[in-house]
């Protein structure tokens, strides 16, 4: 079992910034890779971004130069910082973490909000 907590979610305007953050808890061992999804309201959940333990990336294009995930050594945080925040951008934003045998643990979401 794998436990994933989130924080940093919160309200901000055009053009600003935010951290994300994801701490992992249990089973890390098993942890292949960890990253964020997000879902817009009124549309399905859609990757974000992935990072594997090897550093390996994956961006979603409506994000890539604007968000960069980084994880921790012990690879049992993760987090992504958010900038040049657009309106689209908000969505309720979702820790993931896959494990070696292919088994996916969420977080419980972090709102974010982009308004003026």
């Known amino acids: 079992q794998v436990q994933l907590v989130e924080s940093g979610g919160g309200l901000v305007q055009p053009g600003g910034s935010l951290r994300l953050s994801c701490a992992a808890a249990g089973s890390i061992y098993s942890i292949n890779s960890m990253g964020w999804y997000r879902q817009p309201p009124g549309k399905q959940r859609e990757l974000v971004a992935t990072?594997?333990?090897?550093?390996?990336?994956n961006y979603a294009n409506f994000v890539k130069g604007r968000f960069t995930i980084s994880r921790d050594n012990n690879k049992s945080t993760v987090a992504l910082q958010m900038n040049s925040l657009k309106p689209e951008d908000t969505a309720v934003y979702y820790c993931?973490?896959?494990?070696?045998?292919?088994?996916?643990?969420w977080g419980q979401g972090t709102q974010v909000t982009i308004s003026s």
């Open positions: 990072m594997t333990n090897g550093g390996t990336t």
């Open positions: 993931h973490a896959e494990t070696t045998t292919w088994y996916d643990y």
